[in-house]
């Protein structure tokens, strides 16, 4: 079974500059998330879809981030503008849980996509 | 309130056993989790917990869960250098909606010496 892929794996841009990362989740994966990990944390939450719908996007800054999930398999998330502490890794995960599933959900992990911001 | 904590680092010699420790605040976690994470790779589910359990093992690995102190750890047994990795406990919260939300750690990174 092909795990969680995502694209690019490293991206260097400059401030206010704009990036795009892509997501591809395990096959028939009804949850997606994307999460933030800043060097020397745990990953963070940003967004989480079921389907094409968003769950939770509590901790997403939309005044620069952005996140869509159109058919409900793959996912972009963007910034734009970036700032310097946006650099971190951005990985993204996927679920089979669909709502009101009893019993785990657990999640699968893509390589992410590590980006600096200078 | 939301807060999973763990040690920064542990350093063993090859052969002995590792203990890592994580504490997490929410009594309503149902199932709890280890994942590793290697040099610039993913995270990797290595384990998991059912909340209402006390232990699991899987090969090398024991999980142990004190529900009542809110406090996971994960054994491995007879660690090779190969384990040197960041280790992540996350505890899950069911959400109103009826997903899973994971709150993770900030990770123990574990340096095994040859």
């Known amino acids: 079974e092909a795990g969680v892929a995502q694209s690019p794996r490293y991206k260097i841009i400059e401030k206010r500059q704009s990036v795009a990362f892509w997501c591809n989740p395990i096959s028939g994966h009804a949850t997606l998330y994307w999460y933030q990990q800043i060097l020397g944390q745990g990953p963070k939450l940003l967004i989480q879809f079921q389907n094409n719908g968003v769950v939770d996007d509590s901790q997403l800054p939309k005044d620069r981030f952005s996140a869509e999930r159109l058919k409900g398999v793959d996912s972009t998330l963007k910034i734009q503008p970036a700032k310097l502490e946006d650099s971190a890794v951005y990985l993204c995960?996927?679920?089979?849980?669909?709502?009101?599933?009893?019993?785990?959900?657990?999640?699968?992990f893509g390589p992410g996509t590590r980006l600096t911001v200078l | 309130g939301e807060d999973v904590e763990q040690s920064l680092f542990l350093s063993v010699r090859e052969g002995d056993s590792s203990v890592i420790n994580c504490t997490y605040t929410d009594s309503s976690s149902t199932y709890l989790y280890w994942y590793k994470q290697e040099p610039g790779a993913g995270l990797q589910l290595l384990t998991y917990i059912f909340s209402n359990m006390d232990m699991k093992q899987d090969q090398r690995l024991t999980v142990l869960l004190n529900k009542k102190d809110k406090h996971l750890s994960l054994r491995i047994a007879d660690t090779q250098t190969g384990d040197s990795a960041i280790y992540f406990c996350?505890?899950?919260?069911?959400?109103?909606?009826?997903?899973?939300?994971?709150?993770f750690g900030t990770g123990t990174r574990l340096k095994v010496l040859a």
């Open positions: 995960a996927s679920s089979l849980a669909v709502v009101r599933t009893e019993g785990t959900d657990t999640q699968y």
């Open positions: 996350a505890e899950t919260l069911r959400t109103t909606s009826g997903t899973y939300k994971y709150i």
